[in-house]
């Protein structure tokens, strides 16, 4: 039996989201294409009968994917894809405050987590704040100020690999480069 294997990326050269979440329904957006050099909110999920995309807080499109997501015993990564053993399709570029929800967030749930993180100045948010806004959802929480300390009660930290810190949209943000990743065991 195959482990499922779900992701969440940028496509090289060309900016655009792309999304793996469940049998047949992994792929690339043609449509909405991030810009370089610029921090963005990006987002995505799935309800059982559609994977959604989400860019600054705003519902961007879906697509069809259904069924439902089982869990399996691979680490989560951060900035990579890969299972136990090893890492690959690297990210390269800075990420900052990554969150992890345990079911599909409404689209207004995502616009206030939006609206929370993006201010130029973001205020000081709790783990408590996030969980709320996304009516008790929230199952993993990385600021990424330095290290990747899981801020939920749940225990998820991460170990960097070949970890770099670097200025980041609101305090540091992880640097990855091309052989680095943050893995998250349970």
């Known amino acids: 039996c195959r482990e499922s294997t779900y992701e969440f990326g940028i496509q090289d050269g060309t900016g655009a989201l792309q999304g793996a979440f469940g049998p047949g329904c992994w792929r690339w957006w043609g ?6 050099n610029e921090w963005t909110h990006v987002g995505a999920g799935v309800d059982g ?15 069809g994917c259904g069924g439902s997501l089982t869990i399996n015993d691979q680490d989560f990564m951060i900035g990579a894809r890969g299972g136990d053993a090893d890492h690959s399709s690297q990210f390269k570029g800075a990420v900052d405050e990554a969150m992890v929800f ?8 995502v616009q206030a987590i939006y609206e929370a993180t993006s201010v130029d100045e973001p205020p000081s948010i709790s783990v408590q704040d996030f969980a709320a806004m996304a009516s008790g959802k929230l199952v993993g929480y990385w600021k990424l100020d330095g290290n990747a300390v899981d801020e939920t009660a749940n225990g998820l930290t991460g170990t960097p690999v070949n970890e770099e810190w670097v200025d980041g949209f609101s305090g540091l943000a992880f640097y990855l480069s091309g052989d680095d990743t943050i893995r998250v065991h349970d």
């Open 49 to 63: 009968t559609n994977e959604k995309h989400f860019v600054n807080g705003a519902f961007a499109e879906q697509d």
């Open 31 to 36: 449509t909405a294409v991030l810009a370089l």
């Open 102 to 109: 345990g079911s599909m967030l409404t689209d207004d749930e």
